[in-house]
């Protein structure tokens, strides 16, 4: 059975940083993609980051978050990382990690990912 654990959220003051881990197991997540993503209260949940793979060190952001956020992984840990730097109120949602079978496609789209974990909270005050 395939699980993603994510950790490191909490509660900041803009301008902060946090790092959050997904750590996978059940599966090698090596040479498919992986992403996070986030959800607002009364919101859908939104695209962050996405790495296609390990090997070819291809990545994704959402325009809101390019320049602060970095997303890395760890291939012999089978952990996914998302570094969150000058975090904004507008960042405060709970963060989802994501495994994909696949290695290239809509990384954006939530239906591109089959595994999910259960999320961390991340609230960020002004």
């Known amino acids: 059975q395939v699980q993603l654990v994510e950790s490191g959220g909490g509660l900041v003051q803009a301008g902060d940083s946090l790092r959050l881990s997904c750590a996978a197991s059940?599966?090698?997540?090596?040479?498919?993609?992986m992403a996070w993503f986030r959800q607002a209260p009364g919101k859908e949940r939104d695209f962050v980051a996405a790495?296609?793979?390990?090997?070819?060190?291809?990545?994704s952001y959402t325009d809101s978050v390019k320049g602060r956020f970095t997303i890395a992984r760890d291939n012999a840990k089978n952990t996914v990382y998302l570094q969150m730097n000058s975090l904004k109120p507008e960042d405060t949602a709970v963060y989802y990690c994501?495994?994909?079978?696949?290695?290239?496609?809509?990384?954006?789209?939530?239906?591109?990912?089959?595994?999910w974990g259960q999320g961390t909270q991340v609230t960020v005050s002004s």
């Open positions: 994501a495994g994909s079978d696949y290695y290239s496609g809509s990384y954006a789209s939530t239906r591109f990912y089959q595994y």
């Open positions: 790495s296609s793979s390990a090997r070819d060190g291809y990545t």
């Open positions: 059940g599966r090698t997540f090596s040479d498919s993609a």
